[in-house]
């Protein structure tokens, strides 16, 4: 079997927790049967270079000056190349000028908008210097994978010549939430937090990066607490020491029906499972309109009903799920699953699976 150079670090269970790597994670499943090879290139570490095996899987960790000459090399002997977001693809700059990509197949997953993100930062020149790189990487592919029809869209539109890559619309998903979890721990879920058939169970997944509106879901579990002793709110997240410093901030932490946990991902779907509502808090912004939140898939995969302060996240609301706005909200909520999303999640993750697939098979032919 022919060899694939992946451009990424290879997923390490310390990182299993980050959505970016997950992705990696899913795609590296699809062709786990092939010899592959991920260039791990690095800034501040990796001096020497380092190789590890694991069966058919060798990991290179490489620094970008100091083994100049080795990343070129291994991109000009690779015949097929997946480049895993601008993030990753902009370390093989300026090496990619050195290799005829003409000759090779390459794959380029943009993942996110990663100039806008920056630019939603404040930080106009990185902006402007990842935009760059992007548009770099793409003119050297083939073979183009977005999260959402909103994303394709929008890079047709911010670059024409796209329209003669291959394209494929995979959304963003993680296997190890919704096939791994084991639907026995749930009963200790239920026994540890006390939680009866009459609580209303609120969840939100996520990181507390500014676009996910940590701060407005703070004022919303404000308002919803004062409303009914039932409610009880469940803050999944990596990020635990800035999320309880915002919730004391707002003076709700510690508080008696908050829970502020971070979990693995294999134990997600435990509180997914008791769950009733989801905060997916976006603004209508470029970031979000094009987007694929891990989460918004998982909400509706476990019944979850989403609490949406936009509803121009990615291509979901296009299936028709229930959802609440958040000025909407009802003056009572009642602990209910929506069958609905679940129906509609399923249907979604079969064209996933096949979409992946197809991507598989176009990669691999010559």
């Known amino acids: 079997m022919e060899e694939i150079l992946f451009i990424s670090a290879y997923p390490t269970p ?10 990696v994670k899913e795609i ?30 060798t990991i290179i960790q490489l620094h970008l000056i100091f083994h100049f000459f080795t990343i ?8 097929k190349i997946f480049i895993h977001s601008v993030y990753s693809g902009f370390r093989i700059f300026p090496h990619i000028f050195f290799v005829d990509t003409k000759k090779k197949k390459i794959c380029f997953e943009l993942h996110g908008t990663f100039q806008e993100e920056l630019e939603y930062k404040g930080e106009k020149l990185n902006s402007k210097l990842f935009g760059w790189f992007e548009k770099q990487l ?6 183009i994978v977005c999260v959402s029809k909103p994303f394709e869209d929008y890079f047709l539109s911010k670059y024409p010549f796209l329209l003669s890559l291959k394209r494929f619309i995979i959304p963003v998903c993680t296997s190890t939430v919704l096939d791994t979890f084991n639907t026995k721990n749930t009963s200790r879920v239920i026994e540890k937090f006390e939680i009866t058939p009459n609580d209303v169970i609120f969840v939100y997944s996520g990181s507390t990066e500014v676009w996910q509106k940590i701060d407005l879901m703070f004022d ?9 002793n039932n409610y009880k709110f469940f803050l999944l997240t990596g990020n635990i020491e800035q999320m309880i410093g915002i919730a004391k901030s707002k003076n709700l932490f510690p508080n008696a029906r908050i829970y502020i946990l971070s979990l693995k991902p294999e134990e997600l779907g435990n509180y997914y499972e ?3 509502y989801g905060f997916v808090l976006r603004d209508d912004h470029i970031l979000n309109r094009v987007s694929s939140p891990t989460k918004f898939l998982e909400y509706l995969f ?3 009903t989403p609490i949406l302060k936009s509803t121009k996240i990615g291509d979901f609301t296009s299936y028709d799920i229930e959802y609440i706005k958040l000025d909407e909200l009802p003056k009572e909520f009642i602990p ?19 979409e992946l697939q197809r991507l598989k098979y176009e990669f691999l032919s010559d």
């Open 14 to 23: 310390q990182q299993r927790n980050e959505g970016f790597i997950q992705r």
């Open 28 to 57: 590296d499943k699809l062709f786990e049967e092939h010899p592959r090879t991920y260039l791990d290139i690095r800034f501040y570490s990796s001096f020497k270079k380092k190789v590890t095996k694991k069966g058919n899987l």
């Open 72 to 79: 070129i090399k291994f991109l000009r002997k690779s015949k």
């Open 138 to 143: 793409i003119k050297h592919s083939q073979i």
């Open 220 to 228: 919303t579990i404000n308002s919803l607490l004062n409303q009914n």
């Open 274 to 276: 008791l769950a009733h």
């Open 302 to 304: 476990f019944g979850i």
């Open 336 to 354: 209910k699953k929506s069958e609905k999303n679940k129906q509609i999640a399923l249907q979604i993750l079969k064209n996933y699976k096949e």
